[in-house]
Nanobody, 123 residues
Framework: QVQLVESGGGLVQAGGSLRLSCTIA????????MAWFRQAPGKEREFVAG????????YHTDSVKGRFTISRDNAQNTVYLQMNNLKPEDTAVYFC????????????????WGQGTQVTVSS
């Protein structure tokens, strides 16, 4: 059973930074497209960023372009989301997801999900 474990969430003031990590247990991350999604209270889950299973290219939704960066380290079996210049509207539970041979653009069809990590940005 593949497990995705997120970490790095927390409370930060607007303009601050956080780095989320997602580690795959019991399987190598190689061969999986990875993505970060988020879900704010009362809203649907939305795609934030994705990365091709080879590591390139990457994709970021418009609202986070220039502020967030997705990356991966296959040797560490980990994918990251560096979040800079955080805004209160970024407050949400952030989930990582894995899809076999994903190209980073996938919005649906993910095989595995993490449990989520809370990010709260105060104004």
């Amino acid at each position: 059973q593949v497990q995705l474990v997120e970490s790095g969430g927390g409370l930060v003031q607007a303009g601050g930074s956080l780095r989320l990590s997602c580690t795959i247990a019991r399987r190598t991350i190689s061969g999986y497209g990875m993505a970060w999604f988020r879900q704010a209270p009362g809203k649907e889950r939305e795609f934030v960023a994705g990365i091709h299973w080879t590591g390139s290219p990457t994709y970021h939704t418009d609202s986070v372009k220039g502020r967030f960066t997705i990356s991966r380290d296959n040797a560490q079996n980990t994918v990251y989301l560096q979040m800079n210049n955080l805004k209160p509207e970024d407050t949400a539970v952030y989930f990582c997801a894995a899809i076999e041979l994903g190209d980073g653009t996938n919005r649906f069809g993910y095989n595995y999900w993490g449990q989520g990590t809370q990010v709260t940005v105060s104004s």
